[in-house]
């Protein structure tokens, strides 16, 4: 982690929120391959790769690159220095290149030029972190979320950042998923880390018994 203070990295993640990622890259590389699903110019993509590097790992960067709804020109989060004079569109892929080659990452992450729910078709290998950070319209979000949840193993993370307790602190999209997943049984609510949230798939024995105590408690 120390090697990210060397190089000037775009992004909207809280240090405190990047460590937390590499610690559960580190914790769950053991176990599998892990993905992020919106990679922006590579922030969260070095700290989860780096926290792969570590264990061994591989980390699937999934992302189109051409930003989120947010980031388009004329919205609140358009940088200029991201524009594509040629296509006169937003282009991300370079810097995000550049990050990787910088930190020696590039036999760690595997960049994934597509939209999500395109990759996700004919995707068959299981993961075992899941981090959620693309469009934050309640349409992508949901998108995301149930596109990949099927994939991530029992013990595996399912990462969520941009919780926001409140509308006038953020965009609810990625507070609806997270709490969707949580209402759903599947999982273990871990501790938060300002605004990103984790969960742990739970294992077939706790999914069997949660699902026992609900039928009970339904016919008693």
Known sequence: M???S???LKGFMAPEEGRRLYELACDASRRGPCL?????????AACL????????????????????????????YFDPELLDEKTGRINTFPIFHHVLHKLS??????????????????????L????????HTFEAAFADYNAWLSHLIPGGFLAVHDIFASSALGGQAPRCIYNLALDSGLFNELPMTKTLGVLQRASTDEITAR?????????H
């Not at 790992?57 to 189109?64: A, E, P």
């Not at 075992?128 to 469009?135: E, K, N, R, S, V």
């Not at 699902?211 to 016919?219: H, L, M, T, V």
């Open 105 to 126: 990452l590039t036999d760690t992450v595997i960049p994934v030029v597509a939209k999500s729910t395109v990759a996700a078709r004919l995707w068959r290998t299981p």
């Open 6 to 8: 060397e190089i000037s």
């Open 36 to 44: 992020e699903i919106g990679s922006y110019c590579g922030k969260s």
């Open 49 to 76: 790769g780096m926290g792969c590097k570590k264990a061994g790992g591989i980390l699937y960067s999934l992302d189109h690159h051409e930003g989120s709804e947010e980031q388009q020109p004329g919205q609140e």
């Open 2 to 4: 120390e090697q990210l």
């Open 211 to 219: 699902a026992r105590q609900r039928w009970e408690e339904i016919n």
């Open 128 to 135: 075992a972190l899941i981090f959620i950070d693309g469009g």
